[in-house]
């Protein structure tokens, strides 16, 4: 058996399964990070949590540290096309031998503890950049903070972007409740910094800090971004301290100008612990994409017509994607839509747009939510659109209705822009071009 197949039939897997594939406890992690010699010890690490928006910054941060020179690790999830690119450094994703030698080496050990399918990748993660010295690694966390397996670090930055309801089953019905989860990751006596400051959560956030005793910084409060061009790169005014500087940001995607803030925010902090230059932020910030491979962010698949995808997959994520495809000029739209069945479908319909053509379809895990339940919420809506039993039936339909000054979006789950991403379709360049 492929050893990633293994993984992913041995443990418990939350992105496959759902909550029956989460493990909760901590247990787990301290008896894998003591197995393995606390590998995490050996390298400064930065810790990011958030509903929306720490993928970016993990992949924008880790940019600019690897400009700057450091050997610099990422650990993020999920993975759109191959479980090698949870785990990289310097923008090259973990070998596979690495992912052998470690299962035949432990499988024992890691066997008699029944962990899940992120206790095994998150220790694996440590253990490999421990083994390749890595100067610096920006570890995002899996799911919620308090009790997520990689809070078994001690960070020198602690970063949280933002709140939003999603995983309510599991973080909390309320953004109190959720960000009380989240803060779970804030450490005694190491700075905090907060993207985005909420009339709900801000008080949460200012009292697990204080007992913490730990520094906190609401970045909404202190950086003014404006947007002054967005292609082929977006180009930033950052204004803080009386300066204004301008950035290119290689990421597209308006609602980039808030995980920009969060960043800057989070350098100014960071440049008092290790040495980044300006030169580096601005190559980091430039060269994102180029540096650490980060896709399914407002990425564009194709041209004549216009195919972008983006994994925004919550209520708050969703609407900044539409937001974003409202400011655009094409045509007509057209949006091949698809959810896993833990997300509230209702909360997202409101943001959708009534004159845009839907391709409701199915991503290939067990969690898709089933057409019927889209179909229900589309119907209600008075909603346009077409059912197709998978991604790629919905590309090859869409690409039959579409003219070449058209816009194609491609999400509501990661996993169904993982299908657009892997779908042969593309490749055999079957859209005009």
Same mark, same amino acid.
């Given at each position: 058996?492929?050893?990633?197949?293994?993984l992913?039939?041995?443990?418990?897997?939350?992105?496959?399964?759902?909550?029956?594939?989460?493990?909760? %406890?901590?247990?787990n992690?301290?008896?894998?990070?003591?197995?393995?010699?606390?590998?995490?010890?050996?390298?400064?690490?930065?810790?990011?949590?958030?509903?929306?928006?720490?993928?970016?910054?993990?992949?924008?941060?880790a940019?600019?540290?690897?400009?700057?020179?450091?050997?610099?690790?990422?650990?993020?999830?999920?993975?759109?096309?191959?479980?090698?690119?949870r785990?990289?450094?310097?923008?090259?994703?973990?070998?596979?031998?690495?992912?052998?030698?470690?299962?035949? /080496?432990?499988?024992?050990?890691?066997?008699?503890?029944?962990?899940?399918?992120?206790?095994?990748?998150?220790?694996?993660?440590?253990?490999?950049?421990?083994? &390749?010295?890595?100067?610096?690694?920006?570890?995002?966390?899996?799911?919620?903070?308090? *009790?997520?397996?990689?809070?078994?670090?001690?960070?020198? *930055?602690?970063?949280?972007?933002? =709140?939003?309801?999603d995983?309510?089953?599991?973080? %909390?019905?309320? *953004?109190?409740?959720?960000?009380? &989860?989240?803060?779970?990751?804030?450490?005694?006596?190491?700075?905090?910094?907060?993207?985005?400051?909420?009339?709900?959560?801000?008080?949460?956030?200012?009292?697990?800090?204080?007992?913490?005793?730990?520094?906190?910084?609401?970045?909404?409060?202190?950086?003014?971004?404006?947007?002054?061009?967005?292609?082929?790169?977006?180009?930033f005014?950052?204004?803080?301290?009386?300066? @204004?500087?301008t950035?290119?940001?290689?990421?597209?995607?308006?609602?980039?100008?808030?995980?920009i803030?969060?960043?800057?925010? $989070?350098?100014?902090?960071?440049?008092?612990?290790?040495?980044?230059?300006?030169?580096?932020?601005?190559?980091?910030?430039?060269?994102? =994409?180029?540096?650490?491979?980060?896709?399914?962010?407002?990425?564009?698949?194709?041209?004549?017509?216009?195919?972008?995808?983006? =994994?925004?997959?919550?209520?708050?994520?969703?609407?900044?994607?539409?937001?974003? @495809?409202? *400011?655009?000029?094409?045509?007509?739209?057209?949006?091949?839509?698809?959810?896993?069945?833990?997300?509230?479908?209702?909360s997202?319909?409101?943001?959708?747009?009534r004159?845009? &053509?839907?391709?409701?379809?199915?991503p290939? @895990?067990?969690?898709?939510?089933?057409?019927?339940?889209? /179909?229900?919420?589309?119907?209600?809506?008075?909603?346009?659109?077409?059912?197709?039993?998978n991604?790629?039936?919905?590309?090859?339909?869409?690409?039959?209705?579409?003219?070449?000054?058209?816009?194609?979006f491609?999400?509501?789950?990661?996993?169904?822009?993982?299908?657009?991403?892997?779908?042969?379709?593309? $490749?055999?360049?079957?859209?005009?071009?």
């Amino acid at each position: 058996m492929d050893i990633v197949e293994y993984l992913y039939n041995a443990f418990p897997f939350y992105e496959r399964q759902g909550k029956s594939g989460y493990k909760p %406890g901590m247990f787990n992690s301290f008896a894998l990070d003591e197995h393995f010699g606390y590998p995490h010890r050996s390298f400064k690490t930065i810790h990011i949590a958030g509903t929306n928006g720490k993928g970016s910054t993990s992949h924008m941060l880790a940019s600019i540290l690897q400009e700057q020179g450091y050997k610099t690790g990422l650990y993020t999830s999920p993975h759109l096309v191959n479980f090698n690119e949870r785990i990289q450094i310097n923008g090259k994703p973990i070998e596979t031998s690495f992912i052998e030698n470690f299962v035949d /080496a432990n499988k024992v050990f890691i066997e008699s503890l029944s962990p899940s399918f992120f206790e095994v990748t998150t220790a694996m993660a440590f253990a490999y950049f421990a083994a &390749e010295n890595v100067d610096i690694a920006v570890i995002e966390v899996g799911l919620g903070g308090r *009790l997520d397996c990689t809070n078994v670090i001690s960070p020198i *930055l602690s970063v949280i972007t933002n =709140i939003s309801k999603d995983h309510k089953d599991l973080l %909390g019905d309320t *953004l109190e409740k959720i960000a009380a &989860e989240k803060a779970g990751i804030i450490k005694s006596g190491i700075p905090v910094v907060i993207g985005e400051s909420q009339f709900e959560t801000k008080p949460v956030f200012n009292l697990i800090a204080q007992e913490k005793k730990a520094s906190i910084i609401f970045a909404d409060q202190e950086i003014k971004v404006k947007r002054i061009a967005w292609q082929p790169f977006q180009n930033f005014e950052i204004e803080y301290d009386g300066f @204004i500087r301008t950035y290119e940001l290689g990421l597209l995607g308006k609602y980039q100008e808030n995980n920009i803030k969060t960043v800057i925010q $989070s350098l100014r902090l960071l440049q008092e612990i290790v040495t980044i230059d300006q030169s580096s932020i601005e190559n980091g910030l430039r060269n994102v =994409i180029k540096n650490t491979s980060l896709q399914g962010r407002w990425q564009q698949i194709s041209s004549k017509p216009d195919v972008f995808c983006d =994994i925004g997959h919550n209520e708050a994520g969703i609407e900044s994607v539409m937001n974003h @495809i409202s *400011l655009l000029n094409y045509d007509k739209i057209h949006i091949i839509l698809g959810m896993v069945n833990d997300k509230d479908i209702s909360s997202i319909m409101k943001y959708l747009p009534r004159n845009a &053509e839907y391709y409701i379809t199915k991503p290939s @895990i067990e969690r898709a939510m089933e057409l019927s339940v889209l /179909a229900k919420n589309f119907e209600k809506e008075g909603l346009f659109y077409s059912i197709c039993e998978n991604v790629d039936a919905a590309i090859k339909k869409v690409i039959k209705n579409a003219d070449c000054n058209d816009l194609i979006f491609i999400g509501g789950s990661n996993f169904v822009v993982a299908d657009a991403l892997k779908s042969d379709i593309f $490749s055999e360049k079957l859209l005009r071009n």
